[in-house]
C-alpha cells in the first residue's frame, strides 16, 4: 500500500517503472510465484525465515545477521567434528528428507539412545524436522530429544557401534499405531486382552480397579494383534516396549459391562441423577463451604443465588465465553456478601466522621447500603 501511495504522490505524465500499473503487475506476479517456492523451501530444505518488512531496516539486518551466523556457525562445528571423525548435529543443514531417507542407519527413525539405555523402541519417524539427528560414519541417526542427541554426540561407538549389541526386531515385531478407522476396517480381528488397557492394569499392579477398557481411538497392532489402549500416554508406554505389556495374563474376574443407558425411558429421579447430579452435588457442596449472605436478603436467597450463579459458571455445555461471565459474576456476588463480616469486625461502637474512617472502609459502607434496593431479579442470572 505505501508503494501504490508514493506512486500517486510523484505521478508522472509517462509511465515509469515504478508506476501504479506496473507495481501491481510485479505484486500480482510476485504473490502467484511465491506460494509454490515458499512451500519447496519450507518443506524440503526447511530454510525459509520470515520477516516483518515493516520493522526498520537495520533492525531486519541485525536479524538475517544473526540468523546466518548461527546457521554458519552450525556448518562450521559440522565440518570439524566430520574431520575428526566424530558425530555431528546437521541441524538447520537444510538436509532434504530424501537424503535424510537414503542415509538413514540400521535404526531408522528409532532413536538408538533409547533402546541401549532404556530398552525403549521410540519411533521418531512423525518428527519432520532435524533438530535432533546427528551424522555418525556417514550415516544419519534419530534421537527422542536433546538429551539423547548430547548423549549420542559424546560418545557414538557407544550407540552406533560396528556391530551393535541391541538390534531393532523386524518390522512385523514393531507395533504400530491405528486410527479409529483402522480399526474398524481389521473386523473381524478380536481385541485382545478383552478390551482393557493391558498398560493401566499392569503399570496399577494387576489390582481390580486398574482393570479398564480402552479406547478405540488409541489401537495398536503388534504381533499380528489388535489392542486398544486408555489414552495417548498409554498408547506411548504399549509402543515403547510392547514386549512388557502383550503377552499378560486376563484374570478370571472381570468388571461387569458396561451398557448404555436409554436416559429418556428413565424415571424423572434417574433421569436428573444421571444428567445433573453431579454438578449439583458440586453446587451444594460449594454453597455449604462458602455459607453466603446477601447484604439486605434472606439466608436462603443468598445461598440459592449463589448455587443458581454456581451451576452457570462451571456449565460445561456452556460456551467459554459464557463461563467466564458467570465465573465474573459469582466473584463478585462473594465480595458483596463478604462485606457484612467485614463492616461487623471494623465498625466501633462509637459513630465515626466519614473523614476519620479509612478510604476502603467508606467505599465498603457505601457499597454495603446501596445494595438495599437491590432486589433480586431475572435479570441477575442473565
Known sequence: YEWFHLCFLHRRPYPLPDSPEAIAYKNATYQHEIMPVRQWY????????????????????????????????KIQTYLERKSFNKAASIADLCISPQELSNRLGEYVHYCPVSLTLRDELVDCSADTKTDYIAEYRGRY??????????????????????????????????PHRRTEAEAKAMFPKPIEFAGYCPVTYLDGGKKYECLV???????????????????????????????????????????????????????????????????????????????PKFPFLSVQASALTYMAYHLKAYNTKSSDYLRRKFRRKLYIFEEQCELISYLAQKTTVRYKEPQKRSPDYNVKYETFFALRHNVPTLNWLT
Open 213 to 291: 477398557l480402552g479406547q478405540q481411538e488409541f489401537a495398536v497392532e503388534y504381533r499380528d494383534k489388535l489392542y486398544f489402549l486408555l489414552n495417548e500416554e498409554a498408547r506411548e508406554k504399549f509402543m515403547r516396549q510392547p514386549e512388557k505389556y502383550w503377552n499378560i495374563r486376563l484374570p478370571n474376574k472381570l468388571p461387569p459391562p458396561k451398557n448404555p443407558i436409554d436416559l429418556l425411558n428413565l424415571p424423572c429421579l434417574g433421569y436428573l441423577e444421571q444428567t445433573v447430579a453431579t454438578a449439583i452435588i458440586k453446587s451444594l457442596t460449594a454453597t455449604g463451604c462458602f455459607k
Open 141 to 174: 541417526y534419530r534421537m527422542t530429544g536433546p538429551k539423547e542427541l548430547e548423549l549420542f554426540l559424546d560418545d557414538p561407538e557407544r550407540y552406533a557401534p560396528l556391530e551393535p549389541r541391541k538390534l531393532l526386531p523386524p518390522p512385523n515385531r514393531r
Open 42 to 73: 519450507t518443506e524440503v530444505h526447511k530454510n525459509w525465515m520470515a520477516l516483518n518488512a515493516k520493522s526498520n531496516k537495520w533492525l531486519i539486518w541485525d536479524r538475517i545477521l544473526n540468523e546466518t551466523a548461527a546457521v554458519t556457525k
